[in-house]
């Protein structure tokens, strides 16, 4: 393993280490599958990161540091560099086999504008651009307005907080575990009026999609304006090879600021694939409502859109009750009991 410790008193300390590495590994002084792990110190880092190399990557916070304490920030977006890899704060690209996020904080500090024709305003915060590789995230923070974490393949949050305002979770995802999280939905920083998505799926075709287990969806009320679980992308279908609306809740709360309905066409405008089952498609289980005054209820779903699905005892038990069953048959599974 090579470490390497990193502090902010240091220009583009955490780039800096990175380039390092990537020399040493293209000079062959650092073999393709010498684990990197890199320490961050308390402070603030004001860097634009990437990390797109076969070596397993753990970064993290320097132990006994809250992650609030331990920030990466920048401002990049749509309209400073063209298309989802290259607009985020930290991207994590094809080539990366096994990567480890802890305890620290990562933040797009983009302001979105209007008009907003061009998606200018889109500005991950972190962006796994990857398809074979693993992302395990604990105790991590992501901040950001829209598209505030973007995946493929194969990804799992564990006891991590997410905030944005529309599709701040997103992409084409095999499986993206969330576990204990809390999810929050920001106000639009444009005005009040404006709705609110915490997710738009374009799973892959067949797969479970988005996984929220034992997580909290939070947010600023809204006077007028909806607030969603999730929108469809509106061009998934039975062979597409993604754009699968797949989204589970299992054993969640959520905010009773949030439309009843949790998930919406856009008044007809997107077309939802599948309907829900119990392993794709918008679905749920043992949902509850936390009140405006703080207690919380079992959720009423009869309002839910059409196409969600309500998820019975058997149908949890043989495939949700336990993070194995969750993570049975992906990438994860060995990694769940590696960390």
Known sequence: MIELVVNPRNVAAISGALKKITDMVKTGAVSKDDTIH???????????LSYNLSNPLIMEGKAGTKAEDCVVK????????????????????MNATK?????FTIINTHEKTLPDANLGNQAEALCFHNYKGTLFAEGMRFSSHQDTIHVKGFSYFKDCYVEGDIDYIWGYCDLSLFDHCIIHTLQDNRGDDLVSYVLQSRAIN???????????????????????????AGTGKYDSVDRWDSI?????TVDECYSPEFYTDEDGTRKVYPSGKALVGWREYGTKTRKTD???EISDTSKRYYMNYVMTDKEYKDNYSSLDLILAGTPLSSQKSKN
């Open 248 to 252: 589970a809740l299992i054993n969640c």
């Open 99 to 103: 990567v480890t996020l802890r305890n």
């Open 206 to 232: 067949g797969k479970k999609g988005f996984v929220f287990k034992d997580c909290s969806f939070t947010g600023v009320p809204r006077k007028t304006a909806g607030m969603y679980i999730g929108r469809s």
């Open 74 to 93: 920048a401002e990049n977006c749509e309209a400073f560099h063209k298309d989802t890899e290259n607009r985020a704060v930290f991207v994590i690209g």
């Open 294 to 296: 703080g207690t919380v």
């Open 38 to 48: 890199i320490v961050l110190e308390q402070g603030i880092y004001e860097e634009i």
